[in-house]
């Protein structure tokens, strides 16, 4: 029922340790990748993204690794901050098919103090 | 820049009154997106649109409408609110294609209750 979408799948990690947050996306034929942050309250934020010719790209204190063998996706975090507690979801997409997000369910970061 | 606006932040409607959600950007982004997120949930597409005149349906368009006639407003219409449609909805937009311009960015959302 509508309870069973508010257990999101979560995350505990120590403030300064690295997170991995990992994601399983539906389509073979997406060739665009992207991880959101979403803050209680806000908008999702756009955090980093890949395209399927790539196989890992990073930001700053972020690295995104993708998988198209077995169509998994991965976000890294290094030093985790408390700042860093949020949801954080995955969404691919398609060049051919107007860069329609598809969200995945989501992942709640908690970093402990 | 503003970014991507939405108004209003929340609303309680009765079931069979309608309304509009607005959003408005100021980026100059031809595509803009309406999505919803039920509790807990990802994001789910409504309606999307890829420049003024030209829209279309997303994943979850049923008791929905948009209208694009200016490349900054893109309005979503409720005809007869229904309890299912109790959710948050965000309005995105991004530039175009190649260089990064598939990035979608995010309003701060409508919070919609109805009773």
């Known amino acids: 029922g509508e309870s069973v979408g508010l257990h999101l799948p979560t995350l505990s990690v120590q403030e300064g340790d690295n997170s991995i947050i990992n994601c399983a996306y539906s389509?073979?034929?997406?060739?665009?990748f992207i991880w959101y942050k979403q803050e209680s309250g806000k908008g999702p934020q756009f955090i980093i993204d890949i395209r399927s010719n790539m196989d890992k790209r990073q930001g700053q204190r972020v690295t995104v690794l993708l998988n198209k063998t077995v169509k998994h996706l991965s976000l890294q975090i290094a030093a985790t901050q408390p700042g860093d507690s949020a949801v954080y979801f995955c969404a691919e997409a398609r060049r051919d098919s107007s860069y329609k997000l598809i969200f995945g369910s989501g992942t709640r970061l908690l970093v402990r103090p | 820049n503003a970014g991507v606006t939405q108004t209003p932040k929340f609303r309680i409607l009765k079931i069979g009154q309608s309304m509009t959600l607005q959003c408005t950007q100021d980026m100059n982004h031809n595509y803009m997106y309406w999505y919803r997120q039920d509790p807990g949930m990802g994001l789910k597409l409504i309606y999307y649109?890829?420049?003024?005149?030209?829209?279309d349906k997303g994943e979850v368009p049923n008791g929905y409408n948009v209208s694009r006639s200016t490349t900054e407003d893109f309005p979503l219409r409720l005809e007869l609110a229904a309890p299912s449609q109790t959710s948050v909805y965000f309005c995105?937009?991004?530039?175009?294609?190649?260089?990064?311009?598939?990035?979608?960015?995010f309003g701060p959302g409508t919070r919609l209750l109805v009773l």
């Open positions: 389509n073979s034929a997406s060739d665009y």
């Open positions: 995105a937009s991004r530039p175009g294609t190649g260089g990064g311009k598939e990035t979608q960015y």
């Open positions: 649109s890829v420049g003024a005149g030209i829209t």
